[in-house]
């Protein structure tokens, strides 16, 4: 049964738990009362006022807050404002968060490239397999002297990108990156998480299984002759707007990069120390990443600045590779990330010594091209253990604390009472996984201070993402009373199945509108949104996106147990 809900009442469309902030964000002007009922009593069990006017700055548009926080029985309830011309029906149960995070998890398995999914395990969204890999040219921009043209690679596996059916190692690096924090961070967490996936019980978490699922792909991008990694696994075109098994066209994996290569060596060290625990089930898993990081880490240390020149590459080389660029032009922040990961690995601090951790400057949000924090937060998280020499640790914790503190400064005066949106940069190409990286940063700042007001913000995102923002929207596919239905995702543009795949998160609002849909409401950037499967600038999905949801959603229910 489907919530009722008008236009104008922005909330979390999934739920809430028990025990967190509730709140709904009413677009209007006026004061006025409201209640909350009971939806299987009829009875009120909550009577309030709308807070003090808030206005978008980045539409002007005024809003209200309706805080219903008091309601904690699990149970339907619908909220009224006013004239009761305004409802919302919503939920108060404690498996909100976890539900979330297992669809959006599931979100990854459903991305599987190579494979067939059987119905068992996609339900509706079974195809079968396609993108086999196993006979990838080596594009003229990777072949180094000495070898035959139209030599080829086998690299099946791994997640499709996005929309798209590309494979990029700087995208796959972030996402793993964020995953496999996850699951150190909360490792118990994953001891009894089914998601419904092949591999699920078989004494693997099955967070670790999906993650390994793209790691083997990782592997095999690796060229064995010198240690460097290509930067991806390409059509030189787009497929078209059609499914897997349509797709024909020949694949490529192009010139190596230090911004691939040494995204792979972060993944790798970070993989081996957590597949190390796995060795029974996995022998020689740990090993293998432990190589492959090291080589990684030699080549990288040969070609420390070399960065994927696709414009110089299709002015040499044929045939001209268009498909997306990942082109980061500083890999500073790698070379942190990469460092982190393996003096973590190995406790050798040559692999920190010539590093500049930039501490002296803010903290970046995490990003594809933006890797120098998921290095802080790996000192975070085994500094004690590390004991890094100096301030190290300390000027760590200082960043990620001065950055959250930065993002609840002044949350009353938002008007969905988001950090998300505070700074109109906020809303880039790919909003959602600002949203969601920001609710991760707070969340290292409450387990550093206990702070509540950090996980209340964390949750606040959450919320944001589910509903309670400028766009109506439910940005997870699957998800909500109003979600994303049309996103620029081949597989769910093809299949001939209304719903799109479930679990996916919409890139959300973006001003920048490069995609030049007419759909657009307007270009105010919270609202600069599209659920139009032309826009692949705010409504796409992507790898890198739905993995901070993922941690998102799993962090706020371990702490919620
Ligand atoms: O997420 C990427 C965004 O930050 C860039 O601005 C944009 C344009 O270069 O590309 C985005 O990544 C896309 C990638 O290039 C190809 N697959 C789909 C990705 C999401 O739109």
Request: glycine share 8%; charged share 20%.
């Amino acid at each position: 049964s489907l919530a009722q809900k008008s236009e104008d009442i922005r909330l979390n469309q999934v739920g809430f738990y028990p025990k967190a902030e509730k709140l709904a964000v009413v677009i209007t002007a006026a004061q006025s009362p409201f209640t909350i009922i009971n939806v299987s009593t009829g009875k009120v069990v909550l009577k309030g006022q709308l807070g003090e006017v808030r206005k978008s700055q980045h539409s002007g548009k005024s809003s209200r807050i309706a805080d219903f926080s008091a309601v904690k029985t699990p149970g339907k309830y619908r909220l009224q404002v006013g004239d009761q011309k305004r409802i919302a029906e919503f939920e108060v149960k404690d498996d909100v968060y976890k539900n979330i995070a297992i669809a959006s998890l599931r979100g990854f398995y459903l991305q599987r490239a190579s494979t067939d999914l059987p119905e068992k395990y996609a339900g509706k969204w079974a195809r079968p397999a396609a993108h086999a890999d196993e006979h990838v040219l080596i594009h003229p921009s990777a072949i180094s002297d000495g070898r035959p043209e139209n030599f080829v690679i086998k690299s099946p596996g791994g997640w499709y990108d996005a929309g798209d059916y590309n494979k990029y190692i700087v995208n796959s690096g972030i996402t793993m990156g964020t995953l496999l924090s996850l699951y150190e961070d909360y490792p118990q967490y994953f001891e009894n998480l089914n998601t419904n996936i092949p591999e699920s019980n078989d004494g693997v978490p099955d967070l670790l299984d999906e993650v390994l699922y793209n790691l083997r792909w990782m592997l095999t991008m690796q060229d064995p002759a010198d240690g460097g990694v290509y930067h991806k696994l390409t059509n030189a075109r787009f497929d078209g707007m059609v499914m897997p098994a349509a797709c024909d066209k020949p694949r490529y994996v192009v010139q190596k990069s230090t911004a691939a290569t040494l995204d792979f060596v972060a993944v790798m060290a970070q993989s081996a120390r957590i597949f190390k625990s796995f060795e029974a089930k996995l022998p020689g898993l740990a090993d293998s990443c432990i190589t492959a990081a090291v080589r990684g880490w030699k080549w990288a240390k040969q070609n420390p600045g070399l960065l994927y020149e696709q414009e110089e590459i299709n002015k040499k080389f044929a045939p001209g590779i268009q498909t997306g660029t990942y082109g980061d032009r500083n890999v500073s922040d790698e070379w942190i990330w990469a460092a982190a990961e393996m003096y973590t690995l190995t406790g050798k601090a040559e692999y920190i010594k010539d590093i500049n951790f930039q501490l002296d400057k803010p903290l970046s949000l995490p990003g594809w091209n933006q890797v120098k924090t998921l290095g802080y937060y790996t000192i975070l998280r085994a500094g004690e253990e590390l004991k890094p020499e100096g301030t190290l640790l300390s000027d760590v914790r200082k960043s990620v604390m001065a950055y959250s503190n930065d993002l609840v400064t002044e949350l009353d005066r938002q008007p969905y009472h988001t950090v998300m949106g505070k700074k109109a940069s906020d809303y880039a190409w790919g909003s959602s996984s600002v949203a969601a990286n920001q609710g991760i940063a707070l969340l290292y700042a409450y387990r550093l201070s206990k702070n509540v007001a950090f996980l209340n913000a964390a949750r606040g995102n959450f919320d944001y993402l589910l509903g309670r923002n400028a766009t109506d929207y439910c940005f997870l596919t699957g998800s909500g009373t109003k979600s994303v239905m049309h996103p620029h995702h081949r597989i769910s543009m093809a299949d001939g199945i209304v719903e799109p795949v479930p679990g996916l998160l919409s890139g959300g609002p973006n001003p920048g509108q490069q995609d030049k849909c007419t759909t657009y409401p307007n270009k105010f950037a919270d609202e600069s949104f599209t659920d139009h499967d032309c826009s692949y600038a705010s409504n796409e999905i992507a790898i890198n996106w739905n993995a901070p949801l993922v941690y998102l959603a799993a962090a706020l229910d371990a702490f919620s147990q």
